[in-house]
């Protein structure tokens, strides 16, 4: 079959869910059989995420190709259980940026360049990429921001030309939200109706709307909607609230808007989507045997979102366990020496959380010395890592101010530093270590049990590293290298030897646990917790 595009986007309000509705559509019709990719398109002028502060979007999710993307992906993947690449992510920076090279270079032979049609071509090439050789029977993509933003007016009109080129073969579906007033007691449809328009302002009439609500929308509702914005009543979709996000298939399956979808494309939804492992886990997350405290010790608490993968691994991690993990946030800047004991006692594990710079690294060493001294299961990812390394050095191998040289440029012991063939690259992201990278792990350590293999490949997003100088020194003392890149040694995880589970691991696990495949090493670090 030709391959079958997928616009979705969102009017009314920001933060409706585009992302997960997008993953959940696309879960079912993978159900069914058919190949999938998911695609989103960032109306900002960054190139991408990877130098934005985590307050401004969450967190910056790294994919297998190095790429540093949209927290989004990390859901697509997670739904999916496919690796996304850089294709997955595009920004109106990256846009603008090829679009200005080809102009440096000549290839528009002399032609005013604008935004019609050079801007909407380049935005148009990067979908169509997608869909090239046949390779998904669906190329889903969600348009990232409101309708009617003033940023994401070339998507529209470039979703817009793409469904005239392709016809029966492009679909336009529309999040929007419909309100209840508890004055009147009512659900109110006029902001979708708004919304609607505008789409239609821009020439794009939705053809399938789901609708976001507290409370079920009835059959009366449904037909005014379709009324209003030229859509039969089919294709008004409800989206209730749920408690997890993981349900949102199995309630757009109920309101069979995979079967509207292939309907609409002219397709014969000959088969029911195959959702028993997806069911299975959500059986499991519902109905846990036991509750684990886990602290995640980070100082961008505020903000649970730039810790998505994270908090989003510990669910399915959890649900292998069959336990409900509770993660609580806690704050780094206010853990001292005097109180870290207070704060943490209460919790069963310990993870520290990556990190970028000084703020809030006083309250993390505190918390790992807290672990590594009371035997409470730790696991430290990334920054994490290196902060167990730091607090071992000055407190178990009396390095006096032993530090990393992010944190100080100056220390007598630099046990975590750039490697040399790192300094003097002056380009942010120039310098860092992303994407996925083998790992050997050593047989007979706690990262074995986890992983009950030797030769792994996780993700990475870093730019210092284990200092291999003090590598004897650290081994002799209890902390050992479990994990070490095979082509470069660089060391990717320790653990303490006279501990019950302390486990630091450069790389990022989190980046890479989905519902059907949950990280081995949060599965192994949540399992540590329960034994408690
Ligand atoms: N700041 C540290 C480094 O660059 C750790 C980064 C991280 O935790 N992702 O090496």
Redesign the pocket.
């Known amino acids: 079959m030709s391959t079958k595009y997928i616009f979705v986007t969102g009017g009314v309000t920001s933060s409706l869910g585009k992302g997960i509705l997008i993953a959940s559509l696309a879960k079912l019709l993978q159900a069914r059989g058919y190949s999938v990719t998911i695609q989103k398109l960032d109306p900002y002028i960054n190139v991408d995420p990877g130098t934005l502060n985590p307050y401004e979007h969450g967190e910056c999710y790294v994919t297998d190709d190095g790429a540093e993307t949209d927290l989004d992906l990390g859901h697509y993947e997670r739904f999916l259980n496919k690796p996304t690449s850089q294709a997955n992510n595009v920004t109106t920076g990256r846009i603008y940026q090829s679009v200005i090279n080809k102009e440096r270079r000549g290839d528009y032979l002399g032609k005013t360049v604008q935004i019609i049609p050079h801007i909407t071509d380049e935005i148009k090439r990067n979908i169509k990429l997608l869909g090239r050789k046949g390779k998904y029977d669906f190329v889903l993509t969600e348009i990232g921001g409101t309708v009617g933003d003033m940023e994401s007016l070339p998507y529209i009109e470039a979703v817009r030309q793409l469904k005239w080129e392709l016809g029966k073969s492009a679909m336009v579906i529309h999040l929007t939200l419909v309100p209840f007033l508890n004055a009147s007691g009512e659900l109110k449809t006029k902001p979708t109706q708004h919304s609607v328009k505008a789409l239609l302002e821009n020439g794009v009439q939705p053809d399938i709307l789901v609708l976001r609500t507290e409370h079920d929308l009835g059959e009366g509702i449904r037909k005014k909607v379709a009324l209003f914005c030229n859509v039969d009543e089919q294709s008004v979709v409800q989206s209730i609230d749920v408690p997890t996000i993981y349900e949102v298939p199995i309630k757009m399956k109920e309101e069979k808007l995979d079967v509207t979808v292939l309907n609409k494309f002219g397709m014969e939804p000959d088969k029911e989507p195959n959702l028993e492992a997806w069911i299975s886990f959500l059986e499991k997350h519902k109905n846990p045997k036991q509750t684990v405290k886990i602290a995640l010790v980070g100082k961008y608490v505020e903000l649970p979102d730039a810790y998505k993968s994270i908090a989003e691994s510990f669910i399915h991690a959890g649900a292998v366990n069959e336990c409900k993990v509770s993660l609580e946030y806690v704050h780094s800047e206010g853990i001292t020496h005097r109180n870290v004991e207070t704060i943490l006692k209460k919790y069963n594990g310990i993870l520290v959380a990556?990190?970028?710079?000084h703020r809030g690294i006083k309250g993390k060493i505190e918390a790992t010395r807290y672990a590594r001294e009371n035997n409470i299961p730790f696991l430290g990812?990334?920054?994490?890592m290196?902060v167990a390394v730091i607090e071992f050095a000055r407190n178990v191998l009396q390095f006096d101010g032993a530090d990393?040289t992010?944190m100080n440029e100056v220390t007598k012991y630099p046990v975590?530093d750039l490697m040399e063939e790192q300094k003097g690259i002056t380009n942010m992201g120039g310098t860092m270590r992303l994407g996925a990278f083998a790992c050997k792990i050593k047989k007979g350590s706690k990262l074995y049990d986890a992983y009950r293999k030797e030769l792994i490949s996780e993700r990475h997003?870093?730019?210092?590293e284990f200092n291999d100088k003090y590598l004897s020194e650290f081994e002799e003392n209890g902390m050992i290298a479990v994990g070490e890149n095979p082509e470069t040694n660089l060391v990717e995880a320790v653990e303490l030897k006279n501990h019950k589970w302390f486990v630091g691991v450069q790389y990022?696990p989190e980046y890479s646990s989905t519902v059907l495949k949950p990280s081995p090493l949060f599965v192994g670090f949540v399992n540590a917790c329960i034994n408690k």
């Open positions: 990556p990190g970028f710079g990812i990334c920054l994490g290196q990393s992010e975590i997003r870093h730019r210092y990022h």
